[in-house]
Each structure stands twice: as structure tokens, then as C-alpha cells.
């Protein structure tokens, strides 16, 4: 059985780039991860809106936190994101995270990354375990 809670501390704990990022994990269990980013001063672009990879960021380091919650360790070999709207600086962002298909090597996950309910990137990462 995966100590789903476990993994949260590990999570907003000891790594070290999520903390750096000011991402946050919410909540992760075998159907859905959920993190929060911050869109302070140090994620904004030249026209002070988030940048696209911090977006991009939230959005892979969640579905990473979604394909550990089978207790293997993962990483990333592919990722395609879509850009949908310009994140607002000040506000935070939510990103979630599900398993489209676990395989016995891939774990291919979809997410997407919201501010006030409103979707600014989506897309798929697929992970090769390495256990």
C-alpha cells in the first residue's frame, strides 16, 4: 500500500526544486495529483504575465508526483503542452494531474494547470520507470 502522505511530505520537504519553484503538493492519490504554484515576481516574463515555463513546470512536476503514487520511481521522456491563456501575476495556480495508461515501463499522464478556474496550459508527459 503507497503512504500517500508520506509522499506529500517527501514532496514539499526535501525537493529541493519544487521548493526553489514555490510548488507545492495538495494532494496525490492512484486517480489524481494536485499541486499549487505561486505566480510571485520571480515566475513572471517581460510582460509581467507568468511565464510559459513556469507553467510548464507546475505542470510536469505534477504529473510526475502522479506517476510515483504507484510507489516506482519515474522520469520524464516526453512532454507536449498546450499554451491556452496567460497566467495573471499575484494569483496562484493549481495544477491537476491523472493517469491516462500505466504500462509495465510508461506511464503516460495528462495535466493541466488552472488559475481561478480557468485553464491556462494542458498537455500529456509520458515517464519511463526505472525500477
Known amino acids: 500500500m503507497i503512504d500517500f ?24 492519490d492512484e ?19 507568468v511565464h510559459g515555463s513556469m507553467l510548464m513546470t507546475l505542470a510536469e512536476v505534477t504529473a510526475g508526483l ?29 495544477a491537476r494531474a491523472k493517469p491516462v495508461k500505466r504500462g509495465r515501463r510508461l506511464a503516460f499522464i495528462h495535466t493541466a494547470v488552472y488559475q481561478n478556474d480557468k485553464l491556462l496550459l494542458e498537455g500529456n508527459v509520458t515517464f519511463f520507470c526505472t525500477e
Open 66 to 94: 502522479m506517476a510515483r503514487a504507484d510507489g516506482r520511481a519515474y522520469v520524464s521522456t516526453d512532454a507536449s503542452f498546450r499554451f491556452l491563456r496567460g497566467g495573471k501575476a499575484g494569483e496562484p495556480m493549481v
Open 31 to 49: 486517480n489524481e495529483a494536485v499541486c499549487q504554484g505561486e505566480s510571485g515576481p520571480d515566475a513572471l516574463n517581460h510582460m509581467g504575465t
Open 5 to 28: 502522505a508520506a509522499q506529500l511530505e517527501r514532496a514539499n520537504t526535501k525537493n529541493a526544486f519544487m521548493l526553489h519553484n514555490h510548488i507545492r503538493a495538495l494532494s496525490v
